[in-house]
């Protein structure tokens, strides 16, 4: 990634950070509307209001909604303030869970289960946030396009003989894992991972036993 | 005992007036400004006892109007509403002298308990 990368990154996070800011607005306007809408409802004689419970049940499906919204937009405004600061300290598990949120629908969409395996200790590392996001997207999507339906994918970040790795597990419905996992590092999107953890400093590896990406990252970073 | 008067400031005026009906339902006083300047004139002429405050308001931002609000009254308490990702706001504007933050969108019950307590902080 260039400096005119940097810039256009950049702005495209502002713009994306404002828009955030935007949508929160109007979904705790919405919050507050259902909010009222709940109040009066509580102060409503049942016998005066005939379909109540109705009622009550579709502003709780609002509320839900609503609480989906914000989980979106608190996600994508940390997402869109990323590029802030590059190189800067970042947790590994707080990035993967990030991940994790952002990327759910591209593999809802292939009916494959995401998750994030949550490391007992914080895994801090000073690096390129939106770089290593892009790594971590990358690799989700090289076995997205290899694994079948109802898989499913898990980052796994870790520290283990003082390296810092995350590695991206699957696991699919069909006996073919092994096939898979070979098809990996001739998938047209590795060459493009490579890049990435050049930039960022570290290596990527695959584990054909364990049915893992590893990307490995150095704890500090200063480019 | 007199209820409560709450002064609300949210550029946001479809939000600041719903919230002011629901705090209105629980018995608070409520006045509502859409503007750092509108605010700043309801607090000279109508003392309300807690301020409820938007940091991001084009023209003088929450923070200004925090400034100028402490300067006139040290002690008023200010409950400062927050954005995503605006916690380091939040803990400038309790530098400031805000008693609290809350992020947007907001819980009701949470808004209530700190403004009991925003109250009961005052000497």
Redesign the interface.
Known sequence: MGKTDNKEVAFFGKIT?GI??EI??V???I???S??LE?ILA?TEDDTFPHKDRFKKTLNRISGQ?KRG?DI??NL??FA?SPDYSPASVDLNEVSEQMVLLASRFARLKNVILEAGHYDESVIIKTHPVALQMALFESIEIILDLITSRGKIILFPRKTDNKYVVGVHFEDTTPDDIVIMQSISSSDRWESLQKTMVYLGGTVETDDSALEILLYLPNFIDK | MDPLKVLLVDD?K??VT??A??LE?RGFQVLIATDGEEALRFFDTDLPQVVVLDL?MPGLSGMEVLKRMKAIDFKIPVILLT???ATKDGIRGMQLGAFDYLM???D?NELISKLDDAVKSVP
């Open positions: 950070a955030t800011h929160n607005n979904l705790a306007t919050k507050e509307s909010g009222l109040d102060i609503i914000n937009t608190n405004n940390r303030h | 946001e479809e939000f719903t919230l009906e629901r339902l991001m954005g995503h990702g947007k969108p907001i009701i």
